[in-house]
């Protein structure tokens, strides 16, 4: 019994998610190898070889996968499927993409959002926006997982020496072709990695009012920023700030959130934070109940006197 973890990398170092995917595959039972696919992508794959648990690493390098398309990752996962019973993916957005398909071209069903490993067989996931947790127990030859990384420690990036092993890159499936890529650059750190995140609901009222309270408060704390679901649908916030089930789920040592209601879908994106500290003026603002630290004030009052006692 074998697990195959399929890394996220930027052909220079892997990312951090699929160091929690690595504990995962773990405690499935047996050896832990790492598919590092991708072009030019030696160094990812050196890196991968020092993570902490990881017995080998499969390194594919070729122009199909060079832009880490759903389509061509999810051929080379196949064409190394027979050796395993477990294939586990980050549930990111790429992971979330190429998974899938796995799991149809294997004809088994995928488990989406593992929390928890209870047995080589049997996992954890959350249902209902977080409200429930069902207990999953699949009969499959091959196991197609995604998992929570907030649900996982991360492995140690390093004191491993893994064995590398270079496989052949599959041929280009033809279904697809990469066109182009705007990579935004962040002065702060990235949100599912943060250690610190400030985020903002639909109160602040605008997209200025939003860079004028929290992003002091941000800086001051060396933070990411974040928002609500209802701040990006106004437009105060762009799309990659949205926590919640329907955007990124985060679990940072230290979550501040302001004017944010919680709604059942944010809750479900950042209940899991170490340390959650609200502000909101309404008592029966549904974050309460999630919240280590509660003040009910009016944030425009609350934030900067917050900042300048920092």
Not at 127 to 137: D, L, M, S
Not at 168 to 192: C, N, Q, Y
Not at 254 to 269: K, N, P, T
């Amino acid at each position: 019994m074998s697990a195959l973890v399929i890394a996220e990398h930027d052909n220079v170092s892997i990312k951090a998610a699929t160091l929690n995917t690595v504990t995962a595959a773990a405690l499935c039972g047996g050896e832990v190898h790492v598919l590092v696919a991708g072009a030019g992508a030696a160094a990812a794959a050196q890196a991968a070889a020092a993570i902490a648990g990881v017995t080998k690493v499969l390194h594919a390098d070729g122009p199909s996968l060079a832009h880490g398309l759903a389509e061509g990752l999810a051929a080379q996962v196949l064409a190394l499927a027979g050796g395993y019973t477990h294939i586990l993916f980050p549930a990111t957005a790429s992971g979330k993409n190429t998974a899938p398909r796995v799991a149809a071209l294997l004809d088994v069903a995928q488990i989406s959002d593992a929390t928890k490993v209870l047995s080589a067989d049997t996992f954890e996931r959350p249902i209902y926006a977080g409200n429930a947790i069902a207990t999953v127990q699949s009969l499959d030859p091959v196991k197609v997982i995604t998992v929570r990384t907030t649900g996982f420690d991360a492995a140690a990036a390093a004191g491993g020496a893994a064995a590398i092993e270079s496989v052949s890159a599959v041929a280009d499936p033809g279904v697809s072709v990469f066109m182009g890529s705007e990579i935004a650059k962040l002065d702060r750190p990235e949100l599912t990695s943060a250690k610190i995140i400030v985020s903002g609901g639909r109160a602040l009222g605008s997209s200025e009012r939003f860079g004028e309270v929290l992003t002091p408060l941000a800086d001051k704390l060396g933070a990411a920023l974040g928002a609500s679901r209802a701040a990006v649908d106004a437009g105060y916030a762009p799309n990659d700030w949205q926590v919640g089930q329907t955007g990124k789920i985060v679990a940072p040592q230290l979550y501040v959130a302001c004017g944010i209601s919680g709604a059942i879908q944010h809750l479900a994106g950042m209940k899991d934070s170490k340390v959650i500290v609200a502000i909101n003026k309404d008592p029966e603002a549904p974050i309460f109940s999630v919240a280590d630290y509660g003040l009910e004030a009016d944030l425009f009052t609350a934030v900067p006197e917050l900042v300048a006692s920092i």
